[in-house]
Structure formats: C-alpha cells, structure tokens
C-alpha cells in the first residue's frame, strides 16, 4: 500500500492550496481516508475526514468554513482545498487510510503517507 501526497509549498497568508493523495494497493472505496497535520513541537491533529458508510464529511474547528475534502475514486485520490489559508496553517500535512469510523482516532488508521510540507508566511 502506498499513500503519495502532493500540492503542498509555500503560500501567503489569504492564499489557497490543493494537496492530493494517491493512493495504490488498497480497495480506495472501502477506507476512510483522512488527512492530518503536525506543527513544529505539537501534536499531530486531525484535519479532515471522508466516511464511505455514509458519504459525509468531517472537520477540524479550526479549518471548517476554510477546507474541503473531496474524493475521486476513479483516480483513488483524495484532494483537500486548502481557502483562507493562515499562519497557523503551517505544517506537515499527512494522509491516512483507515477504518471506516468516521472519527480521527488515530489507531484506526492503518496506512500513512510520509507527509508534505505546507507553509503559509508572507
């Protein structure tokens, strides 16, 4: 299984990115797919989640309003829009691959990509 993320870079604040996850090995349409981030020297944080029992999305607080995950399963790429992006926004984003629960547990998720940096900074 390989998750392979892309689209991240370098971006003002107020500016907009869409990251991609390719994702080969696995039947794409049967996992949850999510995306996470980790800041320097915090936690890594569920950003947003795609459920297919019952096709809703999900998000962080701190992103609602701001970001979309949205899936191809044509492609088995999951995509997030990154609008309004901030300073805070800085990280490393991560994609996972997991149980179909609808929730950011962490253990539910079986397969990582190695993660793609994302830096907002005028």
């Known amino acids: 299984v390989q998750l392979v993320e892309s689209g991240g870079g370098l971006v003002q604040p107020g500016g907009s990115l869409r990251l991609s996850c390719a994702a080969s090995?696995?039947?794409?349409?049967?996992?949850?797919m999510s995306w996470y981030r980790q800041a320097p020297g915090k936690e890594r944080e569920g950003v947003s989640c795609?459920?297919?029992?019952?096709?809703?999305?999900y998000y962080a607080d701190s992103v609602k309003g701001r970001f979309t995950i949205s899936s191809d399963n044509a492609k088995n790429t999951v995509y997030m829009q990154m609008n309004s992006l901030r300073p805070e926004d800085t990280a490393v984003y991560y994609c996972?691959?997991?149980?179909?629960?609808?929730?950011?547990?962490?253990?539910?998720?079986?397969?990582w990509g190695q993660g793609i940096q994302v830096t907002v900074s005028s």
């Open positions: 795609i459920s297919r029992s019952d096709d809703r999305s």
């Open positions: 090995g696995l039947t794409f349409s049967r996992y949850q």
């Open positions: 996972a691959a997991g149980y179909d629960s609808g929730s950011f547990y962490e253990p539910h998720y079986a397969y």
